[in-house]
């Protein structure tokens, strides 16, 4: 989706990082995810990184947290906004080391020359230089510190892949459906970070299987709604769900930074379908017929359950 975001990343000179962000998390790990990709493009541990989550006095502009482009934001801002920092830290390091930027390697907190790893400095040494340059220490024409800013609007939508299999039992006498097996394949591009992806799609699937076999409003015949809370509306529990079974595909996308592609609402589309087939297939035989969510066990029973 359309919307610029930016982000702000500042390296200290201790060589510890700070990045401001423009998009807000809401559960979905901004500050793991935008972490790692400033931390790779330093070369510092994730450690060395702290993330602020939007504040109006601190934080670059930018559009919001919606339709699953958290990914696609944080590599078109916070991970373009750290290889300009990291440009720039080559270019010291270069001059220290009497070597191109071209030539050189940054790892593990240090900078050294390709080949030649005994001949380098740590990047707490070259932001100490960057931040209270000595007269002539930094390459011609380059302000001091360690700072950018970068903003991003996506050029056009990202869509991932998934294949949802639903193996599920339907109690005859009862018409009661439990999901037994639950497998996902699916494609989000370079996966950054595959806990957080595969929690996602657990949260997505669950609530996708929610959706297709017990959540939905009711109102009574004055229009008071019967479902108004968690217990009476019915969510999913842990118990009720299967192990779910997850792989990866990692398609690039040609129109984002890194190749990355939002991948929030791929258990939820993909489950209510996956679901809703199962259950059909199923009872086929018995001649009763799936075509509204969510199936409910007296819809199965038709006749038989009054």
Same mark, same amino acid.
């Given at each position: #989706?359309?919307?610029h975001?930016?982000?702000?990343?500042? #390296?200290a @000179?201790?060589?510890?990082?700070?990045?401001?962000?423009?998009? %807000?998390?809401?559960?979905?790990?901004?500050?793991?995810?935008?972490?790692?990709?400033?931390?790779? &493009?330093?070369? !510092? %541990?994730?450690?060395?990184? $702290?993330?602020?989550?939007?504040?109006?006095d601190?934080a670059?502009?930018?559009?919001?947290?919606?339709?699953?482009?958290? =990914?696609?934001a *944080?590599s078109? =801002?916070a991970?373009a906004?750290?290889?300009?920092?990291?440009?720039?830290?080559?270019?010291?390091?270069?001059?220290?080391?009497?070597?191109? %930027?071209a030539?050189?390697?940054?790892?593990?907190?240090?900078?050294?020359?390709?080949?030649?790893?005994?001949?380098?400095?740590?990047?707490?040494?070259?932001a100490?230089?960057?931040?209270?340059?000595? %007269?002539?220490?930094?390459?011609?024409?380059?302000? /001091?510190?360690?700072?950018?800013? *970068?903003?991003?609007?996506?050029?056009?939508?990202?869509?991932s892949? @998934?294949?949802?299999?639903?193996?599920?039992?339907?109690?005859p006498?009862?018409?009661?459906? $439990? !999901?037994?097996?639950?497998?996902?394949v699916?494609?989000?591009g370079?996966?950054? +970070? /595959? #806990?957080?992806?595969?929690?996602q799609?657990?949260?997505a699937?669950?609530?996708?299987?929610?959706?297709?076999?017990?959540?939905?409003?009711?109102?009574?015949?004055?229009? &008071?709604?019967?479902?108004?809370?968690l217990?009476?509306?019915a969510?999913?529990? @842990?118990?009720?769900?299967?192990?779910f079974?997850?792989?990866?595909?990692?398609?690039?996308?040609?129109?984002?930074?890194?190749?990355?592609?939002?991948?929030?609402?791929g258990?939820?589309i993909?489950?209510?379908?996956?679901?809703? +087939?199962?259950?059909?297939?199923? !009872?086929? /035989?018995?001649? !009763?017929?799936?075509? =509204?969510?969510?199936?409910?066990?007296?819809?199965?029973?038709?006749d038989?359950?009054?």
């Open positions: #989706m359309p919307g975001e930016a982000a702000r990343v500042e #390296m @000179a201790d060589g510890s990082v700070t990045c401001y962000v423009s998009f %807000p998390s809401q559960g979905q790990g901004h500050a793991t995810t935008t972490g790692q990709l400033v931390a790779d &493009q330093l070369g !510092v %541990p994730l450690e060395a990184v $702290t993330v602020r989550q939007p504040d109006t601190t670059p502009g930018g559009t919001g947290t919606f339709a699953s482009r958290g =990914a696609i *944080q078109g =801002a991970d906004a750290a290889a300009t920092v990291r440009r720039k830290l080559l270019a010291i390091a270069g001059r220290l080391l009497e070597a191109s %930027p030539d050189l390697l940054l790892h593990d907190g240090r900078v050294s020359v390709r080949g030649m790893p005994d001949r380098g400095v740590s990047v707490a040494e070259i100490r230089l960057a931040c209270a340059p000595p %007269p002539g220490g930094l390459p011609p024409g380059m302000e /001091p510190g360690l700072e950018a800013t *970068q903003s991003f609007d996506p050029p056009g939508p990202t869509f892949g @998934a294949v949802h299999v639903a193996g599920v039992e339907v109690d006498e009862t018409g009661r459906v $439990t !999901v037994r097996e639950y497998t996902v699916e494609d989000c370079p996966v950054i +970070n /595959p #806990m957080i992806v595969e929690g799609i657990h949260g699937v669950a609530q996708g299987i929610g959706e297709a076999l017990s959540e939905r409003l009711v109102y009574d015949e004055s229009g &008071q709604l019967a479902t108004g809370t217990m009476d509306y969510l999913p529990v @842990a118990g009720a769900l299967p192990f079974t997850i792989g990866h595909l990692e398609t690039p996308s040609p129109l984002t930074p890194g190749g990355y592609k939002g991948m929030g609402e258990g939820t993909g489950a209510p379908a996956a679901i809703a +087939n199962a259950v059909a297939d199923a !009872v086929k /035989p018995l001649g !009763v017929r799936v075509t =509204a969510l969510p199936i409910l066990p007296a819809t199965l029973r038709g038989r359950g009054r």
